[in-house]
């Protein structure tokens, strides 16, 4: 097996690609009586990376394939560059629609090298034309002196690499990835995501990526977009998302929350911990305080909230910590830096940062 760890090609090296606005208009599409995309309108402007965003089942994947044009819409249009590729009266092949597709699994063709694998994607292409692209294409994804090994004697790091090549090396307006780097090891997902970005922005080719890690989304896309229930449950740069979720489903989808109830009075939400401004929500309303684990502070006891500190969990650059405090049920978790001043068992004082709490109307049971 080849190593896993060995090093890219020189970035600057891919080639341009001419990237294409990706525009889907009132989408549907019905598996039997099952509707799994109802309605859906998402303009992708030409280069920009997008990551579909959500839990399983929530329709992100059967969008991409949409879009790939492996499905067909049971209602809506798909356009390219304001081309209809699909639509009630025109469907457009998807070896005709200059768009590349990696799947979660790479389907490489384990009787084919890795040349022969990215020059599979190279058909349409005159043979010398096809064999600089594919060479181009290995040595950008350092697997140059691999070109003759078999998907087989390659590490899943390797193998998604010669995926990338495949859809990279015809330089296709719009890329398409369904969970490329999920069966990849912390270590080796990292890396090969920073490469594998660093590549695509240099393409500049528009592209669309599935993806149910939260993190993983912020850290790609120039937008996301939470999908729920087969359509768009909100949709913004990262940023926007996480300070500024659309709802409590959308919150809980990017952080773990310490979650309390309260009531609003006078334009604050009143709980144990204290009150908190409640924007918008009306007066004597059931509120949730979302308070975020890295927003609890500790100082010494007789200062702020008094509590607790029950557990103290060592993590690296954090500690995790559980604190008591008197009038909730369940003990606050932290993400603490200065954790290690104090130790467990002892009393605190709880500090809240109130730029961290985000607090949202509940409806009546």
């Given at each position: 097996?080849?190593?896993?760890?060995?090093?890219?090609?020189?970035?600057?090296?891919?080639?341009?690609?001419?990237?294409?606005?990706?525009?889907?208009?009132?989408?549907?599409?019905?598996?039997g009586s099952q509707a799994i995309i109802h309605a859906l309108d998402l303009d992708i402007a030409a280069g920009e990376i997008?990551?579909?965003?959500?839990?399983?089942?929530?329709?992100?994947?059967?969008?991409?394939?949409?879009?790939?044009?492996?499905?067909?819409?049971?209602?809506?249009?798909?356009?390219?560059?304001?081309?209809?590729?699909?639509?009630?009266?025109?469907?457009?092949?998807?070896?005709?629609?200059?768009?590349?597709?990696?799947?979660?699994?790479?389907?490489?063709?384990?009787?084919?090298?890795?040349?022969?694998?990215?020059?599979?994607?190279?058909?349409?292409?005159?043979?010398?034309?096809?064999?600089?692209?594919?060479?181009?294409?290995?040595?950008?994804?350092?697997?140059?002196?691999?070109?003759?090994?078999?998907?087989?004697?390659?590490?899943?790091?390797?193998?998604?690499?010669?995926?990338?090549?495949?859809?990279?090396?015809?330089?296709?307006?719009?890329?398409?990835?369904?969970?490329?780097?999920?069966?990849?090891?912390?270590?080796?997902?990292?890396?090969?995501?920073?490469?594998?970005?660093?590549?695509?922005?240099?393409?500049?080719?528009?592209?669309?990526?599935?993806?149910?890690?939260?993190?993983?989304?912020?850290?790609?896309?120039?937008?996301?977009?939470?999908?729920?229930?087969?359509?768009?449950?909100?949709?913004?740069?990262?940023?926007?998302?996480?300070?500024?979720?659309?709802?409590?489903?959308?919150?809980?989808?990017?952080?773990?929350?310490?979650?309390?109830?309260?009531?609003?009075?006078?334009?604050?939400?009143?709980?144990?911990?204290?009150?908190?401004?409640?924007?918008?929500?009306?007066?004597?309303?059931?509120?949730?305080?979302?308070?975020?684990?890295?927003?609890?502070r500790l100082r010494a006891a007789g200062f702020c909230l008094p509590g607790r500190l029950l557990a103290r969990r060592f993590?690296?650059?954090?500690?995790?910590?559980?604190?008591?405090?008197a009038g909730l049920d369940a003990p606050l978790k932290a993400r603490l830096r200065e954790g290690r001043s104090f130790a467990?068992?002892?009393?605190?004082?709880?500090?809240?940062?109130?730029?961290?709490?985000?607090?949202?109307?509940?409806?009546?049971?």
């Amino acid at each position: 097996m080849a190593g896993g760890m060995f090093r890219w090609g020189q970035r600057g090296t891919a080639g341009a690609a001419i990237p294409a606005r990706l525009t889907l208009e009132g989408v549907s599409k019905n598996f039997g009586s099952q509707a799994i995309i109802h309605a859906l309108d998402l303009d992708i402007a030409a280069g920009e990376i997008v990551c579909l965003l959500g839990a399983s089942g929530c329709g992100k994947t059967t969008l991409l394939r949409l879009a790939a044009g492996i499905e067909v819409p049971s209602g809506g249009r798909i356009m390219l560059d304001g081309r209809e590729v699909a639509g009630p009266t025109r469907f457009v092949e998807p070896e005709q629609r200059g768009i590349g597709l990696m799947f979660q699994d790479y389907a490489l063709f384990p009787h084919l090298s890795v040349r022969e694998n990215v020059l599979f994607g190279l058909q349409n292409f005159p043979k010398a034309d096809a064999e600089t692209a594919t060479a181009r294409a290995l040595k950008r994804v350092g697997l140059s002196e691999f070109a003759d090994v078999y998907p087989e004697q390659l590490s899943g790091g390797e193998q998604q690499r010669v995926a990338l090549a495949r859809v990279v090396a015809p330089r296709p307006g719009v890329v398409l990835m369904d969970e490329p780097f999920s069966n990849l090891d912390r270590r080796m997902r990292d890396a090969v995501r920073e490469e594998t970005v660093a590549l695509l922005r240099e393409m500049g080719a528009t592209t669309v990526i599935v993806t149910h890690d939260p993190e993983e989304a912020m850290r790609i896309a120039d937008r996301i977009v939470l999908m729920r229930s087969g359509g768009i449950a909100q949709q913004g740069t990262p940023d926007q998302l996480y300070r500024s979720p659309a709802d409590l489903d959308a919150a809980r989808f990017f952080c773990d929350f310490n979650e309390i109830e309260g009531v609003v009075r006078k334009g604050r939400a009143e709980t144990a911990l204290g009150a908190f401004d409640a924007p918008g929500l009306p007066e004597g309303a059931r509120a949730m305080v979302c308070i975020r684990p890295q927003a609890i502070r500790l100082r010494a006891a007789g200062f702020c909230l008094p509590g607790r500190l029950l557990a103290r969990r060592f993590a690296g650059e954090v500690d995790l910590c559980e604190i008591a405090v008197a009038g909730l049920d369940a003990p606050l978790k932290a993400r603490l830096r200065e954790g290690r001043s104090f130790a467990e068992g002892m009393d605190v004082g709880v500090d809240i940062d109130s730029d961290e709490v985000l607090v949202f109307g509940l409806s009546d049971p």
